[in-house]
């Protein structure tokens, strides 16, 4: 099982970026995928994820109204539409998941993990 995220860069504060989660050797689809992020000096924090039952999504306070999860079954991926960003979404951004239907934001139980992509929001 192997997931990687993509698509972080540099952006000024206001700006957007649109991650992307793929995966190899199974569906996205079954299960909960979630996304989480790793400033320096910082625990590593959910930002958002998608269940993989019913596709419910839930977010941070923090990203709350900015960010939105999604997935497309076609393409075996998970984005996360970030808006509206602030220097204080810098991190090292990864998606996860722990093999079950639901999804959470508590990385203690994550079992899979993409190699991260770094978002850098800088004037």
């Known amino acids: 099982v192997q997931l990687q995220a993509s698509g972080g860069g540099t952006v000024q504060p206001g700006g957007s970026l649109r991650l992307s989660c793929t995966a190899s050797?199974?569906?996205?689809?079954?299960?909960?995928i979630g996304w989480f992020r790793q400033a320096p000096g910082k625990e590593r924090e959910g930002v958002s994820c998608?269940?993989?039952?019913?596709?419910?999504?839930y977010y941070a306070d923090s990203v709350k109204g900015r960010f939105t999860i999604s997935r497309d079954n076609n393409r075996n991926t998970v984005y996360l539409q970030m808006d509206n960003l602030k220097p204080e979404d810098t991190a090292v951004y990864y998606c996860?998941?722990?093999?079950?239907?639901?999804?959470?934001?508590?990385?203690?139980?994550?079992?899979?993990w993409g190699r991260g992509t770094q978002v850098t929001v800088s004037s």
């Open positions: 050797r199974f569906r996205l689809r079954y299960w909960g």
């Open positions: 998608i269940s993989g039952d019913d596709g419910s999504t």
């Open positions: 996860a998941t722990d093999r079950r239907r639901a999804c959470t934001l508590d990385y203690s139980g994550m079992d899979y």
